[in-house]
């Protein structure tokens, strides 16, 4: 786990046991893990999970800026 993402879940008090950071890898061998919550930078990745497990959006990256007009 990227030490980022370590101090911010301590500074919350968010305890995590497991973490993966997969770029753009298949995301269907972490789901057949049962995870409790799955975070994604993007919501085309988290739209089909509806259902599945809880899921949040990290608002991250060029996927999520907002157009300039």
Same mark, same amino acid.
Do not use: W
């Given at each position: 786990? !990227?030490?980022?993402?370590? =101090?911010?879940?301590?500074?919350? %008090?968010?305890?995590?046991?497991?973490?993966?950071?997969? %770029?753009?890898? !298949?995301?269907?061998?972490?789901?057949?893990?049962?995870?409790?919550?799955?975070?994604?930078?993007?919501? %085309?990745?988290?739209?089909?999970?509806? %259902?599945?497990?809880?899921?949040?959006?990290?608002?991250?990256?060029?996927?999520?800026? =907002? *157009? =300039? *007009?």
């Amino acid at each position: 786990m !990227s030490a980022r993402v370590q =101090t911010r879940c301590r500074r919350r %008090g968010v305890e995590v046991n497991d973490g993966f950071f997969l %770029g753009g890898v !298949s995301k269907d061998r972490v789901l057949r893990l049962k995870p409790r919550i799955y975070f994604d930078d993007q919501r %085309g990745h988290l739209d089909p999970l509806d %259902g599945v497990v809880a899921r949040v959006l990290l608002p991250y990256g060029v996927a999520n800026a =907002t *157009p =300039t *007009p």
